[in-house]
């Protein structure tokens, strides 16, 4: 069993939005059609995107922590969005977990998106069909491309490597290490979704200083400044020198 | 949720429909018993019977304005064994076509007994039509409360009262229609339906009551810092990502104040409770099918406030996430 998956590092994310412009930019130019975007330079835009970043405030002034926090489709292992579909439309795929909206088969009810706790599912208000993150599923198998490029569009985009893309099955996965390794964690686990995208936590690097690494042990008089020179013929501290 | 015009009229015409046949029904089977002076069948039966599947057909046009691609409509029957929408879009159709058959059974006189129930009560083919229009109607109220009341993060409709208050809200509804139906068809039996409104209608203010004030008291179990990972009480949104609106920010809430929804909610609790049952007791004095009409219309128009009221105020997680532009 397969299930690719992001793995998310907000300890890096600097909120540049690279990810859901790149996203936007391949999906919007794939087989399936554009994604619409209505009014992009005008009062109210709009549009279909399939990643957003956001941006919270964690604590109150002065002890604050600015998070910025991208969200897609977390290709959940028990997707709610799925059961609920009345067509079929809505699928997870058995070969690789993806979770994947069949846009001939979406009669656009809306209701895959009312069974979303995580609000990642937007209707395209012009094809009138629902759509969401594909994983980039027509980048990841593309044999024309070299393998290296063979990830996702915002992944290959993001310019902290905050964005690591691999199998969750499979424990020894860069993505899996990452997640034993650095407290990778599922959002709203409340709901029993199991979301295969994690989110490696904010980190902060403290140093640990003990009373003790403050006083020298091997001054216990606190005597600080030079110590006196030794005369000549006496012994030296190091037993070597005398000056 | 922002509802959804489509939607509101969906499920309000095909409950008032789906309770005027139960009513119908139940007329028959009391009938039978001689519990009530039997009716005309063409005039009484298959009318009503043509009348609940006009709401029933009005209610299914209405659910296509909530659809993207209407044309693919028939799709939706696919998943049954997973989706409750599906199976409404199942059951819907096959309890019309039982309606009307039942209707067109009493129109055309299927009424030479099959066979007898002990104590010589003849059974014809119209009553075994009619109690299978019941089940289905049965499964046709489940069908479209499930659709609602399976969202388990949906706090607010995720309890079995959505279902028990879709079955009494579509059963007074309809009852209510069958006693200003029956004041100018069957006036005899006025006063049996006018009770059984009466009934259904406290009946259906008691359980809606109830998810009330179970709603109220309702703590979210997500909160910020669930939906982003920080254990921290106090996390603020700075930017929900883009300047402008979305399908997150329309869909999912209604854009009212909270005083807005308040009057809302007094409006359906009175609307839709006391005043038809007020109107309902005068015009089963009166005797007068208009006043019954009306009452009936004035009780529609509290359910699809009630309506209305089921949507917005269920609370969706995803809100959680956009709550701040910028």
């Known amino acids: 069993m397969t299930q690719l998956a992001l793995v998310i590092d907000l300890n890096v994310c600097v909120g540049c939005h690279a990810c859901v412009t790149s996203c936007k930019e391949w999906n919007t130019s794939g087989a399936a059609g554009y994604l619409s975007d209505d009014r992009p330079y005008d009062a109210d835009p709009t549009g279909c995107f399939f990643n957003r970043v956001q941006t919270f405030e964690v604590g109150a002034f002065p002890d604050t922590q600015t998070v910025h926090f991208p969200k897609s489709c977390l290709h959940c292992e028990e997707p709610p969005c799925v059961p609920v579909c009345p067509t079929g439309a809505s699928y997870k795929r058995a070969e690789d977990g993806i979770v994947l909206v069949d846009y001939d088969k979406c009669i656009g009810c809306k209701y895959c998106s009312w069974a979303c706790p995580y609000g990642v599912r937007e209707l395209d208000e012009h094809q009138k069909v629902m759509k969401k993150c594909t994983l980039c599923v027509d980048r990841i198998y593309d044999e024309k491309l070299p393998e290296r490029e063979r990830k996702p569009a915002c992944v290959l985009a993001c310019p902290t490597n905050a964005r690591l893309y691999g199998d969750i099955h499979d424990p020894d996965s860069q993505v899996s290490q990452a997640i034993r390794e650095n407290a990778g964690y599922q959002l709203m686990p409340e709901w029993g979704t199991h979301p295969a995208n994690h989110y490696l936590p904010r980190r902060k690097t403290v140093i640990r200083i003990h009373a003790d690494e403050l006083q020298r042990a091997d001054n216990p008089l606190k005597i600080d400044g030079k110590l006196p020179k030794p005369a000549l013929k006496e012994p030296s501290l190091d037993d070597v020198t005398s000056w | ?326």
């Not at chain 2, 006009?54 to 993207?68: E, I």
Request: glycine share 12%; proline share 5%; net charge positive.
């Open chain 2, 1 to 326: 949720m922002n509802p959804a015009f489509s939607v509101i009229f969906l499920t309000t015409l095909i409950g008032a429909g789906q309770g005027l046949f139960l009513a119908l029904y139940t007329g028959q089977v009391y009938a039978l018993f001689d519990l009530l002076p039997a009716q005309d069948s063409r005039s009484f039966y298959a009318v009503g019977s043509a009348i609940a599947l006009a709401f029933l057909a009005a209610g299914l046009v209405a659910s296509f304005f909530h659809l993207g691609h209407p044309e693919r409509a028939w799709r939706s029957a696919a998943m049954w064994r997973t989706s409750w929408l599906s199976r409404e879009v199942i059951v819907l159709p096959a309890f019309m076509g039982t309606v009307f058959l039942y209707g067109a059974g009493h129109w055309l006189g299927w009424q030479s007994p099959l066979f007898s129930l002990p104590g010589g009560y003849p059974v014809d083919a119209t009553l075994l039509l009619g109690a299978a229009g019941t089940l289905l109607c049965f499964g046709l109220f489940i069908c479209t409360a499930m659709i609602y009341a399976c969202l388990k993060f949906l706090r607010e409709w995720h309890t079995p009262l959505t279902v028990i208050n879709y079955i009494l809200l579509g059963g007074a509804s309809g009852f209510v229609l069958a006693t200003a139906f029956s004041a100018a068809a069957a006036p005899a039996a006025s006063g049996f339906f006018g009770g059984w409104a009466a009934v259904l209608t406290l009946g259906a203010l008691t359980s809606r009551g109830a998810s009330l004030v179970r709603n109220t008291r309702l703590k979210p179990r997500s909160t910020l810092a669930t939906a982003i990972g920080v254990r921290h009480p106090r996390i603020v949104q700075k930017s929900q990502g883009f300047m402008g609106g979305s399908f997150n920010t329309r869909e999912f809430f209604h854009g009212r104040s909270k005083a807005f929804l308040g009057g809302v909610k007094w409006g359906f609790l009175v609307l839709a409770f006391p005043v038809p049952l007020l109107v309902l007791a005068a015009g089963l004095a009166a005797g007068s099918p208009a006043i019954l009409g009306g009452a009936f219309l004035v009780q529609y128009l509290g359910l699809m406030a009630e309506r209305w009221f089921f949507f917005a105020q269920a609370n969706h997680p995803q809100n959680l996430y956009y709550q701040a532009i910028s």
